[in-house]
């Protein structure tokens, strides 16, 4: 159950409802009756809020001189550990609205072909690759990705 715009409480599907519920919780003043008798309810405190991101390219960042070549030694490792990925992208991450950040190589991989395990061991290989052509800096993330491509007509 939870509470709808009038504070009425309604049936929900808690895969599809659970975060538009804690957005309209938390936009809604700490005097609201019925959901501060809902300890459930309550407001979620700043470090678990969903905070929106969003994908920036990398611009002027000295690692687009030599990817092609840290491309390839990525590439080629995450192969010959059978890795089914689907995508390697540097990339760089704002709040919505805000500046870039840092540079992150951001891995897609096919779904459910990658344990935890492989990841963080590719996610460390990756970095030190990373880190012998000095960007030792650069995060590493994993993502579930499947590239489709698509035809047109010329």
């Given amino acids: 159950m939870c509470l709808d715009h ?5 049936p929900i599907n808690l895969e599809s409802a659970f975060f538009s519920l804690c957005v309209s919780v938390l936009a809604e003043s700490q005097e609201q009756p019925l959901a501060s008798a809902i300890p459930a309810l309550q407001p ?3 470090r678990a809020q969903r905070v929106l991101r969003e994908a920036r390219p990398v ?4 690692i687009k001189e030599v990817w092609d070549i840290l491309g390839v030694r990525i590439y080629q490792y995450l192969d010959s550990q059978e890795i089914q990925w689907s995508s390697i992208d540097p990339v760089r991450f704002a709040e919505q609205g805000g500046d870039a950040g840092p540079l992150h190589l951001w891995i897609g991989v096919e779904p459910k072909t990658l344990s935890f395990e492989l990841a963080k061991t590719a996610a460390d290989h990756c970095k ?3 880190a012998e052509a000095s960007f030792g800096d650069v995060e590493i993330a994993s993502r579930e990705s499947t590239v489709t ?3 047109f007509r010329s």
Wanted: a neutral charge.
């Fill in 6 to 10: 009038n504070d009425k409480l309604v």
């Fill in 44 to 46: 979620l405190p700043r």
């Fill in 59 to 62: 611009c002027d960042h000295p």
């Fill in 128 to 130: 030190e690759i990373l």
């Fill in 149 to 151: 491509r698509s035809a």
